[in-house]
Structures are given as C-alpha cells and as structure tokens.
C-alpha cells in the first residue's frame, strides 16, 4: 500500500502545522524559519514521506519558508527479566543481553514537536494580518 | 490535559527534553520554543473521548485491522452468524469508496455505518465519532471497527477501541509480523485466516508467525481459522465472550486504557 503512504504523511504534517501555527500566535511570531520533529521508527511514519509532505502542508501558512529538520530516535528496549537497556532493531525487540522477548519499548515510537524557531512579528507589525 | 501531562516521556526518551528552559532568544533576533507535542494529540484526545462513550455505555469495542482483502467483513459475516442470539453488535465500516462492506453487514439484520473515507488510507477517531451518533449504543455489547485495509497507517491512530484485531491471511506469508513492526506490535489478538488454503500454499507456518510477533515483544494471542469453512471459529467467539466480560468487569475500575511501549492511547 505504498502509494497511500503520501496521504497519511500529509495529514501528519497538517497536525504539525496547526500545533506550529499555534505556537507562533501565541509568541506573536511573523514567521517560523525551523521546525525540529522527533519520529521513532516505530511511529508508523516515514521519515522521507513526512519531508515530501511538509511543504504541501506548510504552503500559505505562517510555517510556508520554514526547514523541517527530523530528528531520528533510536529504539530502545527494557528487559523485564535481566532490566538491561539495549538499543534494538524496530523489527526485533528482544533483550540485547538476553535474548529474552518480554521487553518494555522505552523509546522509538516517538511522533514529537520538539522546537520552534520563529521570527517576532513585532518590527513587521504595520504588514501583519 | 494531554499537552502538558507528560504521558509521552519516559525515561528512554526524556533525553528529548532540553535541560535549559522553554524559550530561549538567538543572536540572529529569532525566538525558539521548546514544544514537545505529540503529532497526534489531537486524534489522541478525540479517542479518548470515543472510548468515554463507549464506557458510559457499556460497549466494548474492537478495533480490526489487516491488509486489503484478509478477510475482516467475511469473518464479520460468519461471526454475525454465530452470535446474533446472542449479543447485540454493531459495525462501523472503513471501506475506501464503496458501500459494498457496509451492505454486506445490513443483509444480516445489523446496524452497519459506513465512513467514506474518499483517499484516506486510515480511520481516524474524528471519522469515528462522527460514526458513532448515527448509532444507538445503549443497545449495544460490542461495536466492531473495520479498519481500511492496509498494513501501515491505521496502527498509528488511536480510534478509542479497547482491543486490536490485526489479521494475517495465509497467502500473505508468515512473515508480515517482521515487516510491518508497527501493525503487528499493536496486535491484541492475531488471527490467521483463510486456514483453509494452507493446505494449498504448503509453506505458511503459522509457528513461525507467532514467533515473529513475540520478537516485536508482544505477548498476544495467535489463533488460526477459516470464516469460509469454519474451522477455529469457536476460539475466536470464545476470545469476544471473554474479553466482553472482562471489559465489563474493568469499567468500575476506570481501567480500560490501552498501553504501547512509551505511548499511552
Ligand atoms: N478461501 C477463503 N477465502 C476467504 C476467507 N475469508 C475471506 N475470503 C475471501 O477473501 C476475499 C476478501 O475477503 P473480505 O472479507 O472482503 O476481505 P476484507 O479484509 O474485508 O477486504 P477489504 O475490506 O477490501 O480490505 C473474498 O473473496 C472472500 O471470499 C476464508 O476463510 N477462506
Ligand atoms: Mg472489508
Ligand atoms: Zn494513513
Ligand atoms: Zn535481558
């Protein structure tokens, strides 16, 4: 189903957009030049899609010239038998140590709006909207 | 609420968090804000609130999911089947742009909505409140949820069910579980359908399935059946029974959340 994937990336990247449009307006921002995003691979998001997605979404926004950068989270597993913490393939979530499949995920399924740069609207006040 | 509580941090990600305070001004005159939202808060918060209806009346929920064609409405169909004495059900359908799904369940006498979801690959909680006040829950032991078939979005949005269905039809092979983490990780129960081509296909091992789900660290059950010749449906009847009851039995306790890994949905 590869080809519905652009669908699902936009409508993540229109839920990013409105929580950025939020902050801005809240800062007084005129415009927003860097939006940071955290996505774990077990997010259900692909990162190369999201980075399509973004300006489709962002376009006529207050985020319209701002740079997404995605930041990749590892995965990381806890083991419910010997308790280490060990970094995984998102395919193969058992104990680095020990092999053992009763694991806790303790990162990488992460969808997060991290930071905001933005610029203050107040020099511009006379051409805001 | 949800933006502030936190629930997404654990101590695995909260590295994520800077130490130094929320705004801080660079030399370039630019502002920068430290967020830390959820992308899918809102989806998130909307299902919660469709789990809260479910709660108030009593209906247990299940969430179906698998790719296109596995075989959700012909198992819908033969459970409507065995349990139409029985239970009061109800269908919420995903079907992409035909009512054809949808129609299948009314011919058996049941209540089924259909979202039009147009292009969408996914049900979303939005889509599925919308559904819900077409529906008389009071009436109802459990909605079931027919998610578009497809084996990577619909795992992402919470829809406010209190259990996952994810199937897997033996001719899809028995290693989707190992290419597709996300599905199959927010399995509550897999089913193996169309057991009745194994036979057939000669290689499906559905062993080496349920191996593969426990590598993804997740301890559900694996249950293997036909809707077309019916064998192993009694399981699967029996699996619905029994987690109606203990739905039931959590209500008081206000426990009906579901937990993945850091996420709480
Ligand atoms: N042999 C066999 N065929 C089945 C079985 N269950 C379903 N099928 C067939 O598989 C095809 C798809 O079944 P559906 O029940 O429509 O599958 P679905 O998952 O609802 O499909 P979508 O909603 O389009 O994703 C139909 O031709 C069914 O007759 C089964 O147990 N055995
Ligand atoms: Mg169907
Ligand atoms: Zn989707
Ligand atoms: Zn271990």
Redesign the pocket.
């Known amino acids: 189903m590869k080809y519905w994937q652009p669908m699902h990336e936009l409508a993540i990247c229109q839920a990013l957009i409105a929580q950025v449009a939020a902050v801005a307006r809240s800062e007084h921002a005129s415009s927003v030049t860097d939006v940071y995003v955290s996505v774990g691979p077990l997010s259900g998001v692909e990162c190369p899609l999201v980075r399509s997605a973004f300006p489709f979404a962002a376009a006529g926004t207050v985020a319209g010239e701002a740079t997404l950068h995605l930041r990749q989270t590892p995965v990381r597993v806890s083991c419910e038998d010997c308790g280490a913490e060990t970094e995984v393939a998102a395919n193969r979530l058992i104990c680095g140590r020990c092999s053992n499949w009763r694991t806790q995920l303790i990162s990488g399924d992460e969808l997060l709006l991290q930071r905001v740069v933005m610029r203050s609207g107040r020099p511009r006040r006379n051409n805001d909207v | 609420m949800c933006e502030s509580c936190g629930c997404n941090l654990t101590h695995g990600n909260e590295h994520l968090v800077a130490a130094d305070g929320h705004l801080a001004r660079t030399s370039s005159g630019t502002e920068s804000i430290e967020v830390l939202k959820g992308l899918l808060d809102a989806n998130d918060h909307q299902a919660r609130h469709n789990r809260e209806h479910f709660n108030q009346h009593r209906v247990f929920a299940v969430n179906l999911m698998?790719s296109?064609?596995?075989?959700?409405?012909?198992?819908l169909e033969a459970t409507i089947d065995a349990l139409a004495g029985d239970l009061n059900m109800a269908v919420i359908e995903g079907?992409l742009e035909t009512e054809n799904?949808a129609m299948r369940i009314r011919d058996k006498g049941i209540a089924a909505i259909q979202i039009s979801t147009g292009s969408a690959c996914h049900l979303d909680a939005h889509m599925v409140h919308s559904a819900l006040h077409e529906l008389t829950l009071d009436e109802l032991d459990v909605l079931f949820i027919?998610n578009v078939?497809n084996l990577v979005c619909p795992a992402s949005f919470d829809l406010g069910q209190h259990r996952n269905v994810t199937?897997l039809s033996s001719p899809e092979g028995d290693d989707k579980p190992a290419k597709y983490p996300v599905m199959f990780r927010a399995a509550d129960l897999l089913l193996i359908?169309?057991?009745?081509?194994m036979e057939v296909l000669g290689d499906f091992d559905p062993e080496r399935a349920g191996a593969y789900l426990r590598r993804l660290a997740n301890p559900a059950p694996v249950l293997v059946l036909?809707?077309?010749?019916g064998f192993g449906m009694q399981a699967w009847l029996d699996w619905i029974r029994e987690e109606i009851n203990l739905h039931r039995r959590r209500l008081p306790q206000e426990k009906t959340d579901r937990h993945i890994g850091s996420r709480t949905v």
Do not use: N
């Open positions: 698998s296109p064609g596995a075989g959700k409405t012909s198992l079907d799904d027919e078939g199937l359908t169309k057991s009745d081509l036909s809707a077309r010749s």
